[in-house]
């Protein structure tokens, strides 16, 4: 059983296109986050959300939205993609916010914009 | 602001011998914690260690320890009998409760283990 999983794995889409990235914990968990890995490996925090409520939002462009329907889902929409939102997304989850509960990964999406 | 900073690129070991990351953290709060998460080329993250900063013991899991000197902020990995398996991506990370649980994680450190 995949604790966090997100879909879809890769994504390849043409500028100007909207896209979404889907993400499911089975694992009871209250915190679902969005990060961002860098064509240098560098992880940076997009968002969070403790119970289906926005806690973290990291000067993130607008054309990002993430949306969490229920504690165990967080999804996230990127409208109007561009070059440089080529990247892989990673979506996590933690038992609370509270800084002591390591996070658990999804596997990655790699999104390539042409 | 919190900052963490993996200041070696690239390391390489020999398999079975020990190699030592580097970790330094900048931050104002007296209560956090501290992980070391290995990226392989599978691009799962994968927790090996955590450290809670009011614990003055290190950490350790198997073969993997830290050395935590919360006076100098420093926090590096130790791993010992390295295997072709611990090639990876290192990443140190920091979270606090002032930081929502989020972590800050360093540029990453990328480890080689020849055979």
């Known amino acids: 059983d995949t604790a966090v999983s997100q879909t879809p794995k890769y994504l390849v889409t043409q500028m100007g296109n909207d896209k979404s990235i889907k993400c499911e914990q089975n694992?009871?968990?209250?915190?679902m986050y969005w990060y961002k890995q860098d064509s240098k490996k560098f992880l940076k925090i997009m968002f969070s959300y403790n119970n289906k409520e926005l806690i973290i939002n990291e000067t993130v462009p607008n054309r990002f939205s993430p949306k969490s329907p229920d504690k165990a889902h967080l999804n996230l929409h990127i409208n109007s993609l561009e070059l440089g939102d080529s990247a892989v997304y990673f979506c996590a989850s933690s038992q609370d916010n509270r800084g002591l509960s390591p996070l658990h990964f999804g596997n990655g999406t790699r999104l390539t914009v042409t | 602001a919190q900052t963490v900073t993996q200041s070696q690129p690239e390391m390489s070991v020999q398999e079975a011998e020990t190699v030592t990351l580097s970790c330094t953290y900048d931050?104002?709060?007296?209560?956090?914690?501290l992980f070391w998460y290995k990226q392989p080329p599978s691009r799962q993250m994968i927790l090996v260690i955590r450290q809670e900063a009011y614990k003055q013991q290190n950490a350790t899991e198997n073969r993997f320890s830290v050395n935590f000197q919360k006076a100098a902020k420093s926090f590096s990995l130790k791993i010992s009998d390295s295997q072709l398996g611990d090639a990876a991506m290192y990443f140190c990370?920091?979270?606090?409760?002032?930081?929502?649980?989020?972590?800050?994680f360093g540029q990453g450190t990328e480890l080689s283990v020849k055979p």
């Open positions: 990370a920091y979270s606090s409760y002032n930081q929502g649980g989020k972590l800050i």
């Open positions: 694992l009871g968990h209250d915190t």
């Open positions: 931050t104002s709060e007296s209560d956090y914690y």
